[in-house]
């Protein structure tokens, strides 16, 4: 079985027999892969409405587990934006419904944000349509394929973990 990376690399190896093009064939498939993966992201994000964005502060609510709610410092750990840019979102998903903010009763100059229903179905249904899509780019591959690529996915990964 033959893919356009294949070309690409023996192109290469034509033109630049010095270099070592392993990486290439590695990265250049993640790279495409990784476009997939984009499309079906926006594609599940947009069949319910939300922007990838909001999906990723949804996400961590609905993560937390009920009352599915975090302090807004926890929801800039979970996904790594800064205080200004969260505030901006926190705002915007209140004025669509999806969150509401709440004093904290362990902190009273503090607030927390939880998920409405109208959130949680909206993540839930994201990130199953998200799941399905997934699964479809996968489905070349057995579970223990599956398995095997995600280990070493994380052995490449762990370095940059913080």
Request: hydrophobic share 40%.
């Amino acid at each position: 079985m033959r893919d356009e990376v294949d070309e690409l690399i023996e192109a290469w190896a034509r033109e630049r027999s010095d270099l070592d093009l392993g990486p290439v064939a590695v990265f250049s498939r993640i790279s495409r892969l990784a476009h997939h993966v984009d499309r079906a992201r926006r594609h599940a994000f947009t069949t319910h409405d939300i922007e990838s964005w909001e999906f990723d502060v949804l996400a961590a609510l609905r993560r937390a587990g009920e009352p599915y709610e975090l302090s807004p410092g926890r929801l800039l750990r979970e996904t790594l934006v800064t205080s200004g840019t969260m505030t901006n979102r926190v705002d915007r998903l209140t004025a669509r419904g999806l969150v509401e903010r709440h004093p904290d009763p362990s902190d009273r100059r503090g607030v927390l944000v939880r998920l409405t229903p109208e959130g949680k179905e909206a993540v839930d249904g994201a990130f199953t349509a998200l799941l399905e899509a997934e699964g479809d780019l996968l489905s070349g591959l057995s579970q223990d394929a599956q398995s095997e690529l995600a280990g070493l996915l994380r052995r490449l990964l762990v370095p940059f973990a913080d």
